[in-house]
């Protein structure tokens, strides 16, 4: 392996010189600087990531931390993290739980703070106590999408209104004229629940309270709303509109009507939340409430890098864009009662 020295020696100058050059930092001229990059491509020099970690008691990485790279919403979200941490210079390692608190603090004890110099959560495994420890050991942890802005978590997060979203949710539905709902709630361990309480509070307010028919809780993924929105519309056929706190129960539940013979939007009305890709590349595309993905990744590497540079007692939150309403062919008003 070429090593800096070797580098160095080949372009006449100090190790140093060619540290600096790497790193961006420091004056070299711009003629010492080409002889630099030259030896470095003429010997195949690689930086050696961990020895440099070691030498400066930090780490040139970031992680993030999913519960499962399988929904698709994850790796739209690590695609946008990433492209925010590589315009500062920083690298992404994503961890993947699936969904194993045990993974999660594996991750915890053995990369944050050593391979990665901070933690950008994005799941529900790791417990607060356990993130709190991660903090105590001197590790940087972000909360990327907290769904309680009323409610600090007591670590830094960027939070998003996830009530909102479900209001905005509710207020569409009463808007084309459904009294009769059913809803899907995903997600374990009531990470949803911020999403359905603002459903249900908008009915509320809209005085139809009463408009939910049944509610089904199921799990966060297409598999999930095919199950679980075939039970509910063979139980409850007077249901005309469905809504699903996350994008893959309503495309779920939109197979699960195809396969009953119920025509979506004529005679069943669906929407989501997230807006991930595949909803619009659903046929019918998806109504959904979009949440700023990208705007909230963003957010969160910036955040970690601030508090990486300088850490601060209190635990900080960045509040995302609100979502939106994205209406598409998935929703239409009901059909006319027989006669």
Partial sequence: MTTLSQVAQRAGVTSATVSNVLRQRGKVGADTRARVLAAVEALGYRPHLTARALAEGRAPTLALMVSSIANPFYPEYALAAEQAARQHGRFLIVCNTNDDRAIGRAYLDQIAGTLADGVLVMNADPSLD???????????????????????????????????????????????GHRSIGVLVGGANGVHAERERGFNDALAELGHADAVVRTIRVHDSVEGGLQAGAAMLAATPSITAVFATNDL?????????????????????????????????????????????????SLAIALLLDLIASPQADAPMRIAPPPELVVRASTAPPEAAPG
């Fill in 249 to 297: 129960p309503a495309l779920g539940l939109m197979h699960a009507a195809a396969d009953l013979g119920i025509k979506v939007p004529q005679q069943l009305s669906v929407i989501g939340l997230t807006d991930i890709h595949g909803a619009h590349q659903a046929r019918p595309a998806l109504t959904t409430v979009a949440v700023p993905t990208a705007e909230a990744a």
């Fill in 130 to 176: 356990d993130l709190k420890a991660t903090e105590r050991r001197g590790a940087t942890v972000v909360l990327g999408m907290w769904e309680k802005p009323h409610q600090p978590p007591g670590l830094p997060c960027v939070a998003v209104d996830f009530h909102l979203a479900g209001t905005l949710a509710a207020r569409h539905l009463i808007a084309l």
